[in-house]
């Protein structure tokens, strides 16, 4: 069975600062994907960022980026340049081998200050 | 781009009542998921379907039916709704296999029941 821990139920960063959002993950599969989605107060999903499990390289999408350590089973979040609209919930998730399942963390409500 | 559609938006129900939430997407998307998701928690699987035909259990199936005739459609149905099913209910599809493509939500349903 695979499981998707975020252990910061809260964090808040100064605008135009960095921020890391922890995701540590656990699955016996061998092939596997891992995404963040962001869910603004609105309520809907926003697919922001993918890493498969045999990526060399850690996943960059704009100011969104993906910090991939295997062997600790972790997919940290790293948002650049902090801005007032990055205030929402972010969502660790994980697919495993046959693509199927889809599976989520807890969430973490980041807060951005002025 | 319809993408990924549920009906209805809102809607309140008395404890004992039964309803359907509609589901349909129209990129021809195998595979497809319910979640729910209560307030200020993340998103836990209720049911999912893999192609038409075929469904199978999530996280939390019980009080939850669905069935899947179609590809475009996946509806979910609450026999003898309970203040426990209180929750904002998500509908999504992907493309089947291993790849990057993520999942696709929608809007959501804001499901009361009192």
């Known amino acids: 069975a695979q499981k998707i821990t975020q252990t910061q139920p809260g964090m808040f960063v100064q605008e135009k600062e960095a921020v890391t959002l922890d995701c540590t993950y656990d699955?016996?599969?061998?092939?596997?994907?891992l995404f963040w989605y962001k869910q603004p107060s609105s309520g809907e999903m926003i697919f922001l960022i993918y890493?498969?499990?045999?990526?060399?390289q850690n996943a960059t999408e704009g100011r969104y980026s993906l910090n991939f350590q295997k062997a600790r089973k972790s997919a940290n979040l790293v948002i650049s340049a902090s801005q007032l609209g990055d205030s929402a919930m972010y969502f660790c998730?994980?697919?495993?081998?046959?693509?199927?399942?889809?599976?989520f963390g807890p969430g973490t409500r980041l807060s951005v200050l002025p | 781009n319809a993408g990924v559609t549920q009906t209805p938006k809102f809607r309140i129900l008395k404890i004992g009542q039964s309803m359907t939430l509609q589901c349909t997407q129209d990129?021809?998307?195998?595979?497809m998921y319910w979640y729910r998701q209560d307030p200020g928690m993340g998103l836990k699987l209720i049911y999912y379907?893999?192609?038409?035909?075929?469904?199978d259990k999530g996280e939390v199936p019980n009080g939850y039916n669905v069935s899947r005739s179609t590809t475009e459609d996946f509806p979910l149905r609450l026999e003898l709704a309970a203040p426990s099913q209180t929750s904002v209910y998500f509908c999504?599809?992907?493309?089947?296999?291993?790849?990057?493509?993520?999942?696709?939500f929608g809007e959501g349903s804001w499901l009361t029941v009192v």
């Open positions: 999504a599809s992907k493309t089947e296999g291993f790849s990057g493509n993520t999942i696709y």
């Open positions: 699955t016996s599969d061998q092939s596997y994907g």
């Open positions: 890493q498969g499990s045999y990526d060399e």
């Open positions: 998730a994980m697919r495993g081998s046959y693509g199927q399942n889809f599976v």
């Open positions: 990129m021809n998307h195998n595979y």
């Open positions: 379907s893999v192609g038409a035909g075929i469904t």
